[in-house]
């Protein structure tokens, strides 16, 4: 529970920094109070908020997540988070891949080449778990050169990962080795 609430404060903290430098002039001191003490208010449901919060953060960038490499590296990331106990039972695939398709930034990019990305790094994870975890991480390592990108990598993770209402150890796990990847400090997401 604590961890959530660290990651919740971040976030918030973060969503805070977003709308003031959006935000500037007139109606700036009115917005960051006022939009922090609703989130801060309610402890009920902050995982959902806090899923939503990164949903919401990536919606915000979607005109800025056209490039290959997240694509890519965000495909890697769903399914090192999907197989991050070591199995994929079907049906977890297939709720991951709805997912995925139903992301309102992914929808940026062609289902087909969504799921095929997904279902590519997860036979292999499956088939050689170290080595597909190897070759998941240099994927999402390429997204490294846009700040922006790479973040937006990992918070699709969150979003994944969180999207059963549990957040189990191996999935921390995994996005922390995916922080590591691309330069980012795991602790930024509270991991």
């Given at each position: 529970?604590?961890?959530?609430?660290?990651?919740?404060?971040?976030?918030?903290?973060?969503?805070?920094?977003?709308?003031?430098r959006g935000a500037s002039g007139s109606g700036q001191g009115s917005h960051g109070p006022a939009g922090g003490g609703r989130t801060g208010t309610s402890c009920g449901g902050s995982k959902a908020q806090l899923i939503g919060m990164f949903k919401?953060?990536?919606?915000?960038?979607?005109?800025?997540?056209?490039?290959?490499?997240?694509?890519?590296?965000s495909m890697a990331m769903c399914a090192l988070v999907a197989a991050a106990d070591g199995r994929v039972e079907p049906s977890e695939r297939?709720?991951?891949?709805?997912?995925?398709?139903?992301?309102?930034?992914?929808?940026?990019?062609?289902?087909?080449?969504?799921?095929?990305?997904?279902?590519?790094?997860?036979?292999?994870?499956?088939?050689?778990?170290e080595q597909g975890k190897a070759e998941a991480l240099q994927v999402i390592a390429k997204a490294a050169k846009?700040?922006?990108?790479?973040r937006a990598v990992v918070q699709t993770g969150m979003v994944v990962a969180g999207a059963d209402g549990s957040f189990e150890p191996s999935e921390q796990y995994a996005i922390r080795e995916a922080c590591t990847a691309l330069n980012i400090p795991p602790s930024e997401f509270g991991v």
């Open positions: 529970m604590a961890m959530w609430d660290k990651i919740k404060d971040q976030a918030k903290t973060f969503q805070q920094s977003q709308g003031t919401s953060q990536l919606a915000s960038a979607k005109n800025e997540l056209k490039s290959g490499a997240y694509r890519d590296a297939q709720r991951v891949e709805e997912l995925i398709v139903s992301n309102e930034v992914l929808q940026n990019f062609p289902a087909d080449q969504l799921r095929q990305r997904f279902n590519q790094h997860v036979d292999r994870l499956l088939a050689n778990f846009k700040p922006a990108e790479a």
